[in-house]
């Protein structure tokens, strides 16, 4: 006999049958899948990054079509087509990626006995990458577009800007060189004023390039939905830190890689990661992060770590070399943007052994100047001949620009990263602000010295009168001084009205001080109050939070990473063993000593309570320094 009834009104050994035809192709689907994940067409199983590349030094270093050197699928075509391959490519992985993910949900949904053909599907047939879940989304294999600075910022910039305004988690590497390289150096946008190339020839009319360089961070920034990451080889810890953010987030990212050309650059086939290390030392290149998921202000998503001495113009570093009887030597240099170029063929023309000493100003002082106070001084930099011993190059006007361009720049990211506020816009609202607070809080605390100075005085004598008052009112012999005193202890205080403390107005660490007048006054004689014993000027304070802790490092642990060092030189240094210590905790913020607590390998910085209780966004750096302290 058949049984009939149940949802889909056929008989149950028919919905049996209907249920294991279903399993038996979910079966099917799944062994598919896997075979797709362990084998594939390519019998090495799934893929797990595809790559666009622009034709370039990156695509013709290794071979020539058919073959390349990459284990996983690649793709080569023209300068300028790297990121809009990389979109198509992108929307039909996606889909693929999305029908595997479709199979395992249906499969789940079965086992969970949720299974419905209608709603199911219908929902199924919906999912894309926006849907995907955090887990499936980090199932995708990246497609990442690769290409130099010419492909990506001049030739192809209108492909990169459509990729990056289209929010796809797409990932671009930029390979900066500042020049065609792969076509025989010809001047890029991303080349740096007084940089000598084809087309940008030194000459007499003209010596190298005059124009300032293009910053993509900044262009990258401008599209507001894009994790940017720039940085090098200089800094592998920011690099590789930032890398693996960018491939996370569910946005375009963009990667905008210093990438030292020795060919073109006119450096030592070796020498790439030192000129990478001088690149940002100097401005040249600094490390710039942008992360839109990072916070809502765009102090919050900008993130300047990387960089050395971030509050200074140039960072320092030491010279040694030889005197003239042969003894070392060491002198503490600013690391100018013309001493990282004269270690570069590309910039040599601007740097000429120096003649004379009247008219040379050190290169940092001379960019300082206005015009006037130029006049006809000449700028100059300290060198080492071959024998170690110091001398003097005297550097072109060209130099002087590329230097005012850098700090340019780098001003720019630090306001934009409120490290530093323009004066322009200091002298406006929050300059004025800052000044009423100023304002209000000295008259706020000179009235409460005042009262306090006056209780102090006249207390005692009032306490004195009202006894004696007391004693008179009650003179009938009922009462001694006890029964008086007695009574007192037992009324009810009044709060005084005439101080009125804005407590908040003296912050975190002051916050007690005001409450300070309304105890002694309300001991004062009221009405109901007919006596008091108590200390006219007692200041409690005993407020645990407020306690300072001061910052230090385990130093004998310190493996001289330089991640701290590099941070903030002044802050942090290196002891005669090369072990980090906080050598002076005011040279930086709070906010620097938990980044480097942060990013210490070892993680032996311990950050303390912060110095200045105005230090912006000190709560959220208070909150990421607990775990270290
Ligand atoms: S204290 Fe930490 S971050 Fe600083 S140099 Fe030592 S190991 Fe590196």
Redesign the pocket.
């Known amino acids: 006999m058949t049984a009939v009834g149940g949802r889909l009104g056929l008989p149950l050994d028919a919905r049996k049958q209907t249920r294991v035809q279903r399993i038996a192709a979910r079966i099917k689907e799944l062994k598919h899948l896997k075979w797709l994940y362990e084998e594939g067409p390519s019998g090495n199983g799934r893929a797990y990054l595809g790559l666009t590349n622009s034709t370039g030094c990156s695509s013709v270093w290794a071979s020539t079509y058919p073959y390349n050197p990459y284990p996983f699928p690649w793709v080569n075509h023209l300068f300028q087509d790297a990121p809009s391959i990389a979109i198509g490519i992108f929307e039909g992985h996606m889909r693929k990626m999305a029908d595997g993910f479709i199979a395992v949900r249906r499969a789940e949904a079965e086992l969970a006995g949720q299974y419905s053909a209608e709603k199911t599907e219908a929902e199924l047939a919906k999912l894309n990458w926006h849907a995907f879940t955090d887990e499936e989304f980090h199932l995708c294999p990246p497609i990442i577009a690769v290409g130099g600075d010419g492909a990506m910022m001049d030739i192809g910039f209108q492909n990169l800007s459509r990729l990056m305004a289209s929010g796809k988690p797409l990932r671009v590497v930029v390979l900066d060189t500042q020049v065609y390289s792969n076509t025989g150096g010809q001047a890029c946008t991303s080349g740096y004023t007084g940089q000598v190339s084809d087309m940008a020839m030194f000459g007499k009319g003209q010596h190298g390039k005059t124009e300032v360089r293009k910053e993509l961070s900044l262009i990258t920034m401008a599209h507001r939905g894009v994790y940017l990451l720039q940085s090098s080889q200089a800094t592998a810890s920011h690099l590789i830190g930032g890398v693996l953010r960018g491939l996370q987030s569910r946005r375009p990212a963009v990667f905008v890689l210093n990438s030292p050309c020795p060919t073109e650059h006119g450096t030592a086939d070796d020498r790439a990661t030192k000129a990478a290390r001088m690149a940002l030392e100097c401005r040249a290149f600094p490390c710039v992060e942008y992360d839109p998921d990072a916070g809502e202000t765009l102090a919050d998503r900008l993130n300047l770590d990387g960089n050395p001495a971030i509050e200074d113009d140039w960072p320092t570093y030491s010279l040694n070399y030889l005197d003239d009887d042969g003894k070392q030597q060491s002198m503490e240099l600013p690391m100018t943007v013309a001493d990282w170029a004269a270690t570069e063929g590309r910039f040599k023309k601007h740097f000429r052994p120096a003649m004379g000493d009247e008219d040379m100003v050190p290169f940092a002082e001379f960019v300082a100047m206005s015009e006037d106070e130029r006049g006809d001084l000449n700028p100059f930099i300290y060198v080492l001949d071959s024998e170690g011993k110091l001398r003097r190059m005297q550097v072109s006007s060209e130099m002087v620009l590329l230097a005012e361009d850098r700090l340019n720049f780098w001003t720019q990211l630090k306001q934009l990263a409120s490290v530093e506020v323009a004066e322009s816009a200091r002298g406006g609202v929050e300059a004025d602000m800052e000044a009423e607070f100023d304002a209000r809080l000295a008259l706020v605390k000179a009235e409460y010295e005042a009262k306090l100075r006056e209780l102090r005085i006249h207390y005692p004598q009032m306490v004195a009168r009202r006894m004696a008052e007391s004693l008179l009112q009650t003179g009938d012999g009922s009462q001694t001084v006890a029964d008086v005193l007695r009574r007192a202890q037992d009324s009810k205080l009044e709060p005084l009205a005439e101080v009125n403390v804005d407590a908040s107005l003296f912050g975190n660490g002051a916050a007690a001080k005001p409450a300070a007048p309304a105890t002694v006054a309300a001991a004062a004689p009221t009405a109901s109050a007919t006596a008091v014993v108590e200390a006219p000027a007692a200041v409690e304070d005993d407020d645990d939070d407020d306690m300072e802790v001061e910052a230090y490092?385990e130093s004998a642990r310190?493996?001289?990473?330089?991640?701290?060092?590099n941070l903030n030189g002044k802050m942090?240094a290196y002891n005669d063993l090369k072990?980090?210590e906080i050598v002076d905790p005011k040279a930086g913020t709070f906010q620097q000593l938990v980044k480097?607590a942060e990013?210490?390998?070892?993680a032996?910085?311990h950050p303390g309570t912060p110095l200045n209780p105005k230090e912006r966004d000190l709560a959220k750096w208070i909150k990421r320094a607990e775990p270290f302290n």
């Open positions: 490092i310190c493996t001289t990473c330089n991640e701290c060092t942090f072990q980090a480097a990013a210490c390998p070892v032996i910085i």
